[in-house]
């Protein structure tokens, strides 16, 4: 992963648009909804297989810039067909899509709520482990 980003920012210069298709199945249904996310990153608008991965990041309502799209070859052809013929509307669709993903799954923000949640984890389990020995003895 640590060489993909640097090689997919050098490939985006002439994109309008990221397809993330990805096929209904035992193995995908443990896929995380990343692919999207990399994509926003980069501020390209996104189609988007309509499978629960990409459903449980972007909600009952799709940010602009996010399109699910039904898995069969009609529906794909027919979605990408239709985007590419409003290429103007691509990019600020794209720069909403990147605003949306650094709002709402940047790390930085949430950080200090991550630190208080390892903080208690750490002291309910020192508690726990202390009072056992206490028990014990």
């Known amino acids: 992963y640590s ?3 640097p090689w997919l920012k050098t490939q985006i210069w002439d994109v309008d648009l990221a397809i993330a298709p990805l096929t209904q199945g035992e193995f995908n249904r443990f896929k995380s909804g990343l692919k999207v996310l990399d994509y926003a990153a980069l501020g390209l608008p996104v189609l988007a297989s309509n499978v629960p991965s990409y459903q449980d990041l972007v909600g009952p309502q799709p940010p602009v810039g996010v399109l699910l799209v039904q898995n069969s070859v009609e529906a794909w052809a027919q979605t990408i067909e239709t985007k590419l013929n409003q290429r103007s509307e691509l990019h600020k669709q794209g720069q ?9 799954h940047a790390l930085q923000p949430t950080l200090e709520a991550y630190d208080k949640l390892i903080l208690t984890v750490v002291t309910e389990a020192k508690l726990k482990t202390e009072s056992a020995t206490e028990a014990n003895s």
């Open 3 to 5: 060489h993909f980003v």
């Open 96 to 104: 909403t899509l990147r605003e949306w993903a650094f709002e709402n």
